[in-house]
C-alpha cells in the first residue's frame, strides 16, 4: 500500500505536469505561424527543439515523445508551406529534430526511472519507520506524550537516533538514545536496542536490569562472530548514548540512568530544570572497556511538569554564525501548553535557527503528567 502522504504528494505534481504542458504547445503553434509569415530568409524551425526539450525537464518519456512528434508534425508543415518538403535546408531540420527528440525522450525515461526508483526507496522508509520507530502513543496512564523526529537528510526518515515507551503494570518506561555514526549501521543499530528495549522492559523488574539488558545486546552485537575483520574494527567503535527512564503512575517522581545522553529538561511553573545525573554512566556498548557500577536516580516529576527528552541533534544545530542552538534559554521564555504545542514550537524555532537544513538527525519526546 502506498503512504497517503506519497499518494497526496503525486496528486499536487500531476496537475502542474498538465499546466506546464501548455508551454512546449504554444512554443509550437508561435514558432509554426511565424516561421510561415516570415520572410524567406528567415528561419525559425530550429527553435522548435525547445518544446521537446522543455518537456523533458518536468513530463515523461511518453508526454516528452508526443511533444517531440507534434513538433516535427509543425516543421513539416512550415516545410510544406514556405517550400517543399525536400528541400534541402527543411530535411535537414525536419531530421536533427527527429534525433533531439528522440535523445530527450531517453532523458526523460531515465529521469522518469530515476524518480520511480525514489519514490519506491521512500516508500520502503517509511515502512522502515513505522516498524523501527514506531510512533508514540499520544496518552499512556497518567501522562500525555509527544514526539517528533527531524531527519538531517531531506530523503531520510529515519537514522541513528532511537526513542519508545513501554507499558508496565505500575508505571511507563521510555528511552531515547542516538547512535555513533549514520547510513545502515545506524539504523540497524538504533533497531537492535529498540527491539531488546521492547522485549524487556515489560519483563525487567527494575531499571537496572533493563539498563544491564540494553548493555548486554549491544554489546553482543559487537561480538557478532559472523562480522569480517574490518567489521569487527569498525564495530569496536559503535557506541549509544540513552536515556532510560521509568515514570510510576502513583508516584510523583522518575527515575532515570543516564548513558552519556544529553541530560533531559524538567518544565516546572516556567523554570526549565536539567535533570543532571551525580554520575553519568558510559554510552551503551562501552561499559565492557569501562568498569562501571550502574545506578539509579530519583527526580521529582508532579503533575503539571513536563519532561524534554532530547537527542544531541538539537543541542549541536548551528546557525550562520556557527552558534549551537541555545535550547535551555530557548524553552525558559516559552509558556507551555503541553507537550504537543511544545515540541511545535521547538521545531519551529530550531529549524529556523538552523536555516532550515539540520546538520544531524534530531529527536525529541515531551511529557508530561496529568493532574489525577
Known amino acids: 500500500m502506498v503512504p497517503r502522504r506519497l499518494c497526496g504528494a503525486h496528486r499536487l505534481s500531476w496537475e502542474p505536469h498538465h499546466a506546464l504542458l501548455a508551454v512546449p504547445i504554444a512554443l509550437i503553434a508561435l514558432v509554426t505561424v511565424v516561421d ?10 530550429p527553435f522548435l527543439v525547445a518544446a521537446p526539450a522543455v518537456t523533458a525537464s518536468f513530463a515523461g518519456a511518453r508526454t516528452t515523445a508526443c511533444v517531440g512528434a507534434l513538433a516535427v508534425l509543425a516543421q513539416v508543415v512550415v516545410s510544406m508551406a514556405r517550400t517543399t ?14 534525433l533531439i527528440s528522440g535523445f530527450v525522450t531517453f532523458f526523460a525515461h ?29 496518552r499512556i496512564g497518567p501522562l500525555r506524550i509527544a514526539s517528533v523526529y527531524l531527519a538531517a537528510e531531506s530523503e531520510a526518515q529515519i537514522g541513528g537516533d532511537l526513542y519508545a515507551a513501554a507499558r508496565t503494570a505500575d508505571g511507563t518506561r521510555f528511552v531515547i538514545g542516538d547512535v555513533r555514526g549514520k547510513g545502515l549501521e545506524a539504523i540497524g543499530d538504533a533497531a537492535l536496542l529498540l527491539g531488546a528495549f521492547r522485549s524487556a522492559a515489560h519483563h525487567q523488574a527494575g531499571l537496572l536490569a533493563l539498563v544491564s539488558h540494553l548493555e548486554g545486546a549491544v554489546s553482543s552485537d559487537l561480538d557478532d562472530p559472523g562480522a569480517s575483520g ?30 552519556g545522553h544529553p541530560s533531559p529538561l524538567l518544565l516546572r511553573d516556567g523554570l526549565v530544570l536539567p535533570l543532571d545525573v551525580r554520575r553519568r554512566l558510559p554510552p551503551l556498548g562501552l561499559t565492557e572497556f569501562v568498569q562501571c557500577d ?48 511544545l515540541l511545535g514550537r521547538l521545531c519551529s524555532d530550531l529549524l529556523r535557527h538552523a536555516g532550515g537544513h539540520l546538520g544531524d538527525d534530531a529527536a525529541m519526546v515531551a511529557i508530561e503528567r496529568m493532574p489525577e
Open 36 to 45: 510561415v509569415l516570415a520572410p524567406p530568409e528567415v528561419h525559425l524551425g
Open 294 to 341: 550502574l545506578s539509579v536516580e530519583t527526580f521529582a516529576f508532579e503533575p503539571g511538569d513536563i519532561v524534554l527528552l532530547y537527542t544531541d541533534g538539537v543541542i549541536e544545530a548551528r546557525d550562520r554564525n556557527g552558534t549551537f542552538y541555545p535550547l535551555e534559554e530557548r524553552v525558559s521564555t516559552w509558556s507551555a501548553k503541553g507537550p504537543h504545542a
Open 110 to 138: 531515465l529521469r522518469e526511472r530515476h524518480e520511480r526508483e525514489l519514490t519506491q526507496l521512500r516508500t520502503v522508509a517509511e515502512a522502515t519507520q513505522q516498524v523501527v520507530l514506531r510512533p508514540l502513543p499520544q
Open 85 to 98: 518538403l525536400t528541400d534541402l535546408n527543411h530535411s535537414i531540420q525536419v531530421i536533427a529534430l527527429i
Open 230 to 259: 574490518d567489521d569487527i574494527e569498525d564495530r569496536g567503535e559503535a557506541f549509544i548514548t540513552a536515556a532510560v527512564l521509568d515514570v510510576p503512575d502513583k508516584e510523583p517522581d522518575l527515575r532515570l540512568i543516564n548513558c
